[in-house]
């Protein structure tokens, strides 16, 4: 049975290089959030503004389709991917039989130093504190594990592997 691991969080967590990082080590196929936007999308982000659900509503839904073509193929997939609404979660989880939601945290002075030094993003630092205003919490969501992120890359690779073991055992 194809799994779905989703690594979710705010811009400049990580979850980009962690998940191609997790994709290599579990021979899964690694996709990000961010290709499958519209380009009106992106121009309004890169502009400084934040998506409203109405905007982010065919963005999920490109997803899901994509989604549930490639793991209907019995393809494993590791997501970089937000999360950051609650419905949209469970629309992402509701495309898998098995999935595994890993959130990476980080201390918002981090992702404005990880934001800042990017290159070649749309997404700019003064898009941070929307972000964690729309990031709806996890707390009573199962299928979720919070991980400290803050750490080297190898760390965050290493703890994320764990936790995926941990699951998938
Ligand atoms: N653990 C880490 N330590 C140091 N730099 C990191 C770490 N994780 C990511 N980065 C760097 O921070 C920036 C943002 O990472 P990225 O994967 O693009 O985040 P996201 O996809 O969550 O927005 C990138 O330049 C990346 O190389
Ligand atoms: O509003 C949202 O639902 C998304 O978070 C959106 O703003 C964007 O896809 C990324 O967060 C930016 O790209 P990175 O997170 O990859 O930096």
Redesign the pocket.
Known sequence: MAKLIVIMG???CG??VVAARIAAARSATAL???DF?SRENIAH?AGGN??TDAQ?EPWIAAMEKELHARLGNNENIVL?Y?G??RAHRARIRACAQRSLFIKLQVPIAQLQER?AKRQN?F?SAQ?LPS?LA?MESPASEETIVQIAAHGSLDDVVESTLNAIRETFS
Do not use: E
């Open positions: 705010p811009a400049g979850k980009s990000d959030a961010d936007h982000m934040p998506l982010r970089a937000s950051l609404r934001v993003h997404m898009m972000q729309a």
